[in-house]
C-alpha cells in the first residue's frame, strides 16, 4: 500500500516588527488555501510563522518582548488557522513563541505544533537546541539571543500522523546529526522542520557565502542517514533589515531535493510525499538494527563538549 | 600560527586476484613518490589497498581466503612502503586486512593504520561499521561479506600527529554521523578514511545511481558537522567484473570538496589543508561545550535498532 502525503512547505518573506497577528494570519490561511486547492493535506509554516524574528533585538527586561508571544494555542488571533484546517481537512506545522505558565512559574520556548487534518493539536516540540547568545553583545548589528528569551526543550518526540511517523524540529537544530538520529530511532519517517536563518553570521561571516550550502547539506544528509523526509521551511528575505536566507525545500529519502523556493517572499513548494519510499533505506543501508555500533557511541551522550588527547611530550 | 598538512589522496584502480602483494605495493611506492614531489607530508590510500576486495567471494572454510590478510605489519612485502616513508620524510594511512592472534586465538579485521613521517606507525583503526552480510546469498552476483570476514572493532580513536588531531575510519563508516562525532568529541582536525564501494547495492539497486551523491553528501556533513577535515579515498574501477565508484576527495571543514579525483585508476588529488580552518567551526556554531545537548540525545546510545510509537487505536 503506498502511502502518500501531498505536502505544502509553506515559505514566508519577513514579518516587520509592526505587523499585528491578524496579519500574519491572512497570508498563513493565504497558503493554507492554496495548498487546499492544490490537494495537499500538510502545510509546513517557518519557525516563529506568527512574528518578526524578535531575539535580534535585546529588552534588558524579557517580558518587554511578551507580545511576541502566545499564551494560548489556539488563542484569539489564531483560532481561524484551527477552524480552516478543520473546515478544509488540512493539517499545519506551526512555528511560535510560547509563553507558558508551568509548576508555579512562567516558561518561554520556540515551540512548534502538528496539528491534524481535524483541526485538533497532534504534538507540541520545544527547541532543544537554541543557538546564538545570551548575553547582549552590542557589538553586533543584530542579536540572536535565543538563549536569553528561551529556555530550551528536553527531547526529540515522534507522533503517528497523516499515516506515517513524524517528527518536528526548529531551526539550529538541523545542524546537528542528533536530531534526525533521536527522531530516526524512533521510526521517524518525515521530519517538518522551520527556520530563521540570517545570511550573516557575526562571530564567522567567513562563512556567509555558505549559508545556503550548509542548510541543505545537513538536512540532505538527515534525510538520507535516517531513510526519512525532511521538509524545511524559511522565513526569508529582509526582515527589519536583517538579510534571512531562502531555500526552503522537501528532501526525500535518498537526500535528492525534489521540491525548493525560489523567492524570498511568500511561496509554495510542493511535493507528493510518499512514505514507503522510507523503506529501502530503513531496510538495507540504514537498518540500524543491524548495522549500528552503540557500543562505541559512549562520548556522544557522556560528553557535552570535545576533549582533546594530550599534548604530545616535547 | 597556520599548521599546514599537504595531503595527497591516492586513489588506487582495480587490484585484481592474482596481483601479488608486490605488485601492489610498487604502485602505492608511485604515488608516495609522485606525492612527495609535490610536497606532500601525508599520503592516504584506500581500505584494503593491499589486495583485491576479496570478501566479494564466499568461502566455506573462512581460512581460505587468509592469503589476503597482513599477520605483521610492516610485513615482508610491505616494509619498503615504511623505509620509504622515512626515507622520504612522508607519512602514509593504509588500509589492510589484518589477521591478528589475541588471547590465545586468532581475530580477522578490518584495518587502517597511520604511519608518521619517520616510518612509524602512530595509531592503528579496526573499522567498526561492518556492513554486508554474513552468510552467503548465492543470489547475489558479488557477495559482500564483511560481517563474515571480519570481527568489527570497538572504538575511533584519535592521535597527536603531523602537527594536529587527526582520526581513521573505513568505507561504512563514513555513512554514519556517530563516526565523526565520536571522533569530533575528540578534537579531530582531519579524518582519513579509505573506501570500496560497489556501485550496485544488491538489496536496493534502486539506489545505484546516487552512489556517489551519497558518497559525497555523508562526508561534506561529517566535515561541516564536526570542523574537521576529511580525507575520503576510493579503491576505484572495475576490480574483477565489479564496478566500484571512485569520487576520491578532500573535503574541508567547511564541508566543501577542494580536490578530487576524476578518474577510476591510480590519481592522485592532492590539498595544502590549514588545520586552523577548523577553528571558525569547532568555536562558533560547532562548539559543541555551548550548543550540543547531549540530554536529549540518549536513544543514541541506549538503543540500538528503531522502535516505533504504538498504533494508533482502531
Redesign the interface.
Known amino acids: 500500500m503506498s502511502r502518500i502525503i501531498n505536502v505544502a512547505a509553506a515559505q514566508l518573506g519577513p514579518i516587520e516588527r509592526s505587523h499585528s497577528r491578524c496579519e500574519v494570519v491572512e497570508r498563513l490561511l493565504a497558503h493554507l488555501r492554496e495548498a487546499h486547492a492544490m490537494g495537499c493535506q500538510l502545510v509546513v509554516f517557518p519557525e516563529l510563522a506568527l512574528t518578526t524574528f524578535f531575539p535580534r533585538w535585546y529588552a534588558e527586561d524579557i517580558a518587554e518582548m511578551d507580545a511576541f508571544y502566545e499564551r494560548q494555542m489556539p488563542g484569539p488571533e489564531t483560532q481561524i488557522l484551527f477552524d480552516t484546517a478543520k473546515k478544509l481537512g488540512i493539517g499545519f506545522y506551526l512555528g511560535y513563541a510560547e509563553l507558558a505558565h508551568e509548576a508555579g512559574r512562567v516558561h518561554r520556548y520556540n515551540t512548534a505544533i502538528l496539528v491534524g487534518q481535524n483541526g485538533e493539536i497532534v504534538g507540541k516540540y520545544r527547541k ?2 537554541l ?1 546564538g547568545h545570551a548575553a547582549h553583545e552590542p557589538w553586533r548589528a543584530f542579536q540572536h539571543l535565543e538563549k536569553y528569551y528561551f529556555e ?5 518526540d ?3 500522523a497523516f499515516g506515517g ?1 513524524l517528527g518536528m524540529a526548529l531551526c ?1 537544530d538541523r ?4 536530531t ?3 527522531m ?4 521517524a519517517e518525515m521530519i517538518l522542520l522551520g527556520y530563521n536563518t540570517p545570511v550573516h ?1 557575526p ?2 561571516p ?2 556567509d557565502d ?1 549559508s545556503m ?2 542548510n541543505h ?2 538536512m ?2 538527515g534525510a ?2 535516517n531513510g526519512t523526509w525532511v521538509v524545511g521551511v524559511a522565513k526569508a528575505g529582509n526582515e527589519a533589515g536583517c538579510e534571512m536566507i531562502g531555500g526552503t525545500c522537501i528532501i526525500a529519502p ?3 531535493i525534489v521540491a525548493a523556493c525560489s523567492t524570498k517572499g511568500d511561496e509554495l513548494a510542493i511535493a507528493r510525499c510518499d512514505l514507503s519510499l522510507c523503506d ?33 611530550a616535547a
Open positions: 532543544v537546541h543557538p530550551p526543550g528536553e527531547r526529540f515522534v507522533w503517528r511517523v539550529n545542524r546537528w546529526p542528533e534526525y538520529r533521536v530516526g530511532l524512533q521510526g553570521n562571530p564567522a567567513e562563512h555558505l550550502f550548509h547539506l545537513v540532505q544528509a538520507y542517514q535518498s537526500g535528492e529501502s533505506y530503513k531496510n538495507t543501508t540504514f537498518n540500524f538494527e543491524r548495522h549500528r555500533r552503540p557500543e562505541a557511541y559512549g562520548l556522544i551522550t557522556e560528553r557535552r563538549g570535545a576533549v582533546l588527547p594530550a599534548p604530545l
